[in-house]
């Protein structure tokens, strides 16, 4: 049985451009952002990419075009090979209902109701139908898909689908939680038995999306909504919320069953910022100095926390499993997924690298897989994209063959000769095997350096990674000595940097470079096979230095997608201040004439 999954639309970029304002810094407000691509051969996930890795246009929309061709030929398979393309959207007459009553029983007037009521026909005539879907895919791939051969996933069951399977399956409790799906913002509920179980009365509409008005917060305080959540998140790392926090006070209301309301709908920009201006007693000219940017998203961060532990008391009462999955956009907060857990009845707590929504092609692939008795069988490695040999590799570097100088090792001298480099105050792009899926850089495609210099930090935001100096880095370290360098609490294991926790205290001084302001890390622990170069690396570097973990980042800059080819990666290393590159069995330095 072989099922792509896939999410993206090819038209919606340009319809909510123009009916919806999604441009300039709300060019990411629409569905099917993150597009990607997802392979599995009889219930095995043997490929996945996402569409931004290959067009290099960060948090891409557009159809996956590009992730589909490519998983097809990692699979060696071709469109009619493939049984059941599985699309991670399902807008249901019931759920196009729920749309036309969201407008029809809205506050406003009725000529605005009628506009609104034609925009959203011509985005169901063009994007949501089923009509629209099969004209989309063969306008992109030249492929006409029959509609036996399409099966529509509801979005929030292919991302918990991708966090089930991902964690290796079995019975657990649930909250997923994003932006907003094709209706609903919030689902809870459990797995039984294989079967999904959605607590109906605890689900909450995307009129009053928590995800959503932390979104709006971060755009209140200049930066890009559905993008630079995680800026919000770091700031409120410098200081402690409010004490009476304003946002519990006068914009979030907890209501029974986990439920909870917001005063305006996320749209409503405008009433939103004079709100905000108002119980944050600041103005335009303010909402961008430090201290300000501080308060606002310590209390945001304390919102979130507050708001998600109101649901998961409610699950508590509700499920008696001792483990909790957290899936959709909102997961990606790392410092309330600690929280949550530690503070929570729940033993377990999985987080997938594919949480956000790369993740629901895996899911709906997944899904549709299993509904035809494809049971998945699942690796729970992130290594799902493209590898590049010596050849590819070469043929990168002899392209700039005037601005780098490079060596080969032997492949057993790599993670030596890396170590020895990063003893001292170097940063090394690193690019090697298949890359990672997902958000987070996690040892493929990374940027790597000596966590032991304080000014470390200051170094790779100013001069590699090209953004604001109050953003943390996060520390790749061996799972077997994770839990004596950090306080884990609850976790063992935390391999896709999806929690935060305290440095303990006798190694602050030694991984400054690697601790925020606050005490905290947010770790990835490896195991030895999850990644054995990665792990050999990190082995000869402790060796070296007697420091137990490496800064890891992501290899990019600022406002563009992770690297994904040696083209990529050569490009992003001369444009930067980093030191080497180490790609495969190369080592690359700039020239000495540069």
């Known amino acids: ?85 599985a699309h991670s959207w399902r807008f249901s007459e019931d759920i196009m209902n729920n749309m036309i009553r ?16 034609r925009r959203l026909d011509d985005t169901h005539a063009r994007i949501f139908s089923r009509e629209a879907i099969l004209a989309d895919f063969h306008e992109h791939t030249g492929h006409r898909l029959t509609d036996d051969r399409l099966v529509s996933v509801p979005h929030h069951i292919a991302h918990l689908m991708t966090g089930y399977h991902l964690s290796g399956g079995g019975d657990a409790a649930f909250v997923v939680s994003d932006g907003r799906a094709e209706w609903l913002s919030a689902i809870l509920g459990e797995v039984r038995d294989g079967k999904v179980h959605i607590f109906d009365d605890a689900t909450v509409d995307g009129d009053n999306s928590l995800a959503l008005l932390f979104a709006v917060l971060t755009r209140y305080l200049g930066f ?92 508590e009462e509700r499920s008696t499993l001792p483990r909790l999955l957290f899936e959709g956009g909102l997961a990606l907060n790392c410092v309330n997924n600690t929280k949550l857990l530690e ?49 590819d590799i070469l043929a990168a570097l002899e392209e700039h063959a005037d601005q780098v100088d490079w060596r080969e090792l032997d492949p057993g001298q790599v993670a030596a000769e890396t170590a020895a480099l990063l003893q001292d105050k170097n940063v090394v792009g690193w690019f090697q095997g298949r890359m990672e899926y997902g958000p987070r850089a996690l040892g493929n495609r990374s940027i790597l350096a000596n966590p032991r210099f304080a000014d470390i930090k200051d170094i790779i935001n100013e001069r590699i990674k090209h953004r604001e100096p109050f953003r943390p880095f996060a520390p790749v370290v061996l ?8 306080e884990m609490g609850k976790k063992r294991v935390s391999p896709y940097m999806t929690f935060v926790f305290p440095v303990r205290p006798g190694y602050r001084d030694l991984i400054p470079g690697a601790t925020h302001v606050d005490g905290t890390s947010r770790i990835q622990t490896l195991g030895e096979r999850d ?57 690359a330095a700039k020239s000495a004439q540069r």
């Open 224 to 315: 890009t909504p559905n993008n630079d959540e995680y800026k919000v998140m770091g700031l409120a790392g410098f200081g402690p919320p409010p004490e009476h926090n304003p946002l519990l006070k006068h914009v979030v209301e907890l209501t029974g069953d986990g439920r909870y309301t917001i005063p305006y709908a996320p749209r409503a920009v405008r009433a939103y910022y004079a709100l905000f201006d108002r119980i944050f007693d600041t103005g335009p000219d303010g909402r961008e100095d430090f201290e300000v940017r501080v308060r606002v998203a310590a209390a945001a961060q304390e919102m979130v926390e507050k708001v998600t532990a109101h649901q998961l008391r409610a699950l």
């Open 1 to 85: 049985m072989i099922v792509l999954g896939y999410n993206g639309f090819g038209k919606v970029a340009e319809l909510f451009a123009r009916y919806y304002g999604s441009t300039g810094l709300d060019r990411h407000m629409l569905y099917g952002h993150d597009s990607s691509a997802a392979l599995t051969v009889d219930g095995e996930l043997v490929a996945a990419v996402e569409e931004e890795r290959l067009n290099r246009e960060k948090k891409t929309a557009r159809f996956p075009r590009e992730a589909i061709a490519w998983v097809l030929r990692q699979g060696g398979l071709t469109f009619d090979d493939v049984d059941v393309f």
């Open 343 to 391: 503070s929570s009845r729940f033993a377990e707590m999985d987080v997938s690298f594919g949480a956000s929504d790369p993740g629901v092609a895996i899911g709906a692939a997944f899904y549709a897989g299993q509904e035809a008795g494809a049971t998945p069988r699942v690796t729970r490695s992130p290594y799902l994209g493209p590898a590049y040999g010596d050849a």
């Open 102 to 117: 969201e407008i029809t029983d809205a506050d406003a007037p009725v000529d605005k109701k009628f506009a609104r009521l």
């Open 531 to 587: 990644n054995p170069l990665l792990a050999g690396l990190l082995r000869s570097f402790t060796a070296l230095t007697g420091i137990p973990c490496l800064i890891n980042t992501s290899f990019n800059v600022a406002g563009e997608p992770i690297v994904c080819s040696p083209a990529d990666a050569v490009d992003c290393f001369l444009k930067t201040e980093m030191d080497y590159l180490v790609m495969g069995r190369f080592v």
């Open 479 to 486: 799972e077997d000595v994770a839990r004596e360098v950090f």
